[in-house]
């Protein structure tokens, strides 16, 4: 185990100070992204959590089955358009009752970024106290692996399919956690499942930020199942979206963006491609377009992550700026 610094904890290991409040075997597929984020969240923030979801990859789990359940956490199920004003509601509730716990707003993105997204927005602007996390697995996984915002250019899914008319999603994806650090909320964060130090860090960075209002975490989860992947693949999967810039991690407080991780050497995308068939069509001309789709939005982060004391107003000429 890695030497503590005083006063710092080091290790991943050490951010675990709670029991995995989940059954042993619980119905996710194998190697699923998600069954492990939502395992280490109650291990983080704790098994007091309330967390509310709705239908989704995630749904059979939390709500259990039959009478049975399938762990020992308050859960809350509500609908796809609803998801963020339930958690409103539970947050609120909670206050005028004189109850202080944690409500965790738990969705995919078809939900986030798609069907959820007007109330999502709605509790941003409103500032609610509560943990928004979207687990992003870029379609709508649990319906038959349809397209969401979040698919990629090129991706095939069973609405974009591959063919002598399609080849794979013809438009680029959506940044959804750029969209929500534009609100100016109090904290936005994305992670990924290769770098769970980072992911425990910012998920207590965001209990400690819903004291002040609302907190969104956007986090890379792939399915080994829609995507055509090993299920043993997994993690390098994330770790290669990192390695990439295709998944950038940062952090923004009220909007002002920080890289949390930095890659000096990046590789092409293409080393991430590679490891799922939903990219095995993808020309050189396709890579290229989503090369070019990854380098501006980590340009585009990189410009809005400049230290404040850099930055400075545009002059007017009037002003008594350049003619």
């Given at each position: ?9 080091t ?5 675990l ?9 619980v119905?996710f ?17 704790g ?22 359940s399938?762990?020992?956490l308050?859960y ?21 009752a ?16 798609d ?8 509790a ?18 649990n319906?038959?692996?349809?397209k ?40 936005t ?27 969104f ?12 992947a090993?299920?043993?693949?997994t993690?390098?999967i ?9 998944f ?71 002003d008594?700026?350049?003619?």
């Open positions: 185990m890695a030497e503590k610094k005083k006063g710092r904890l290790n991943v290991l050490d951010y100070k709670h029991d995995d409040p989940f059954s042993k075997g119905a597929c194998p190697g699923c992204g998600l069954e492990l984020l939502l395992r280490f969240i109650p291990r983080i923030l098994n007091d959590i309330v967390i509310t979801g709705t239908p989704s990859c995630s749904a059979p789990v939390l709500l259990g089955q039959n009478r049975q399938w762990h020992t308050s809350f199920g509500t609908l796809m358009t609803g998801a963020a004003a339930n958690a409103t509601g539970l947050v609120r509730y909670y206050r005028k004189g109850i202080d716990n944690t409500v965790v707003c738990f969705n995919g993105d078809g939900t986030a970024n069907i959820g997204f007007g109330n999502l927005s709605g941003a602007e409103r500032n609610e106290p509560f943990i928004y996390i979207c687990y992003d697995n870029e379609g709508y996984m319906t038959g692996i349809q969401s915002g979040t698919t990629p250019y090129g991706a095939t899914t069973t609405t974009t399919p591959y063919g002598t008319v399609h080849r794979g999603k013809n438009l680029r994806r959506m940044n959804l956690g750029l969209k929500m650090a534009m609100n100016k909320i109090p904290y964060a994305t992670a990924t499942l290769s770098d769970l130090e980072d992911l425990a860090k910012k998920l207590l960075k965001a209990k400690k930020a819903k004291e002040r209002g609302f907190c975490l956007h986090v890379f989860a792939p399915c080994p199942t829609g995507w055509g090993d299920p043993a693949d993690i390098d994330c770790r290669q979206a990192v390695k990439s810039n295709y950038p991690l940062w952090e923004a407080e009220n909007g002002k963006i920080r890289m949390t991780k930095t890659v000096k050497k990046p590789k092409p995308v293409s080393s991430y491609t590679k490891m799922m068939k939903k990219f095995n069509h993808m020309t050189e001309k396709d890579l290229e377009i989503l090369q070019e789709d990854v380098e501006y939005e980590y340009c585009l982060l990189g410009g809005l992550s400049v230290l404040e004391a850099e930055c400075q107003l545009p002059v007017s000429a009037e008594g700026g350049e003619k």
